[in-house]
């Protein structure tokens, strides 16, 4: 948890508000620590996620609407991996 806090903080603290994460910093934060995330043909996918994420609409992520992106981002690794897994036992 404390690596995770750390991280938030590094890319927090590249532009404006060491508090708060923003597009740009989202985005090499996603290159860095998650760069499969950047895989998907939708050419906005970040933006697109950041604004589901920003509940309060300022255009910066607080360390809670981040956090919900990590949760969200472990959850659907989980799944689909859980699925292969699944599909490799049974033989399909």
Do not use: C, W
């Not at 708060?20 to 090499?28: A, K, Q, S, Y």
């Not at 609407?65 to 699925?83: D, G, L, M, W």
């Amino acid at each position: 948890m404390e690596d995770l806090l750390s991280s938030y903080r590094k890319f927090a603290k590249m532009e404006g508000n060491p508090e708060t994460i923003n597009l740009n910093e989202f985005r090499e934060y996603v290159k860095a620590e998650i760069p499969t995330y950047l895989e998907s043909k939708d050419p906005h996918l970040l933006e697109n996620t950041m604004a589901s994420l920003d509940v309060d609409k300022d255009g910066e992520l607080q360390y809670k609407e981040f956090f919900s992106f990590i949760t969200q981002y472990i959850v659907a690794s989980y799944n689909a991996n859980n699925k292969v897994h699944r599909y490799s036992i049974n033989g399909s």
